[in-house]
């Protein structure tokens, strides 16, 4: 279950908010806007026939709502100064970063702009509303998954589990520790369609340097100490 979120404002000071405890003096109450994000579908319709086309189907922003009740010891702390310590993390316009800790370890972070910071000064059990606007609809994990695979001269797959829920690239590295001409990615879909790009290592003149040297406009630098690679689709 989520345990706690911790806010982390532009200045990159953290306020600590678990969802069991008050110690602070800041009480969790409710927490929306964690569900996935509604999708906005885009249809055609045409005259005469029944239902629609589908045209687009895309994703809205975040809104993340907080409601923090205000429970000062009147030792260390008062209403006020605990509505005064929200506004160095909820002041409107400012930017935040939020990370939801479940069972007691990080889970998910996320970003976003403070909408409002409205509460009523005159009730007995004062509390604040606050709206956080993410314009990244996405949760992300606290790290990169990173898989360590070999090469293989055949069409052989290897699989390579994601347990994300949204659409992600990759970033790929290949260490050569040998001489080759060049190789080829090969990616399959879920539907079982593979897609596939070839690279092809071209070296002048016996490449002295395995680096790519950046050209200067205008000069002309010595073909043997370029070395690049080329592209050619597959």
């Not at 409601?67 to 506004?87: E, F, M």
């Not at 400012?94 to 910071?117: C, M, R």
Request: charged share 15%; glycine share 6%; proline share 6%.
């Amino acid at each position: 279950m989520l345990t706690q979120v911790d806010v982390t404002n532009v200045r990159s000071n953290t306020l600590q908010l678990p969802l069991l405890s008050a110690a602070n003096g800041y009480a969790v109450r409710d927490i929306q806007g964690l569900d996935p994000v509604k999708a906005s579908l885009t249809t055609s319709s045409m005259a005469q026939l029944d239902g629609a086309q589908p045209q687009n189907a895309r994703r809205d922003i975040r809104n993340i709502t907080m409601k923090l009740g205000l429970v000062p010891n009147y030792v260390d702390s008062t209403v006020d100064s605990l509505r005064q310590g929200l506004y160095d993390y909820f002041m409107p316009k400012s930017n935040i970063g939020l990370t939801f800790w479940k069972d007691g370890a990080i889970y998910a972070l996320t970003s976003g702009q403070v909408e409002s910071n409205e509460n009523n000064m005159f009730s007995a059990d004062p509390e604040v509303d606050l709206s956080i606007i993410c314009y990244d609809p996405d949760f992300y994990a606290p790290a990169a998954v990173v898989s360590n695979l070999s090469t293989v001269t055949t069409t052989v797959a290897t699989p390579v589990s994601y347990s994300g829920n949204s659409d992600a690239g990759i970033i790929f590295a290949l260490s050569v520790n040998t001489i080759l001409s060049g190789f080829t990615v090969y990616n399959q879909q879920p539907d079982g369609t593979i897609t596939s790009f070839a690279v092809r290592v071209v070296c002048l003149r016996g490449c002295i340097h395995h680096q790519l040297h950046p050209r200067a406009e205008g000069s002309h630098p010595d073909p043997r100490r370029h070395h690049y690679l080329g592209l050619v689709d597959g």
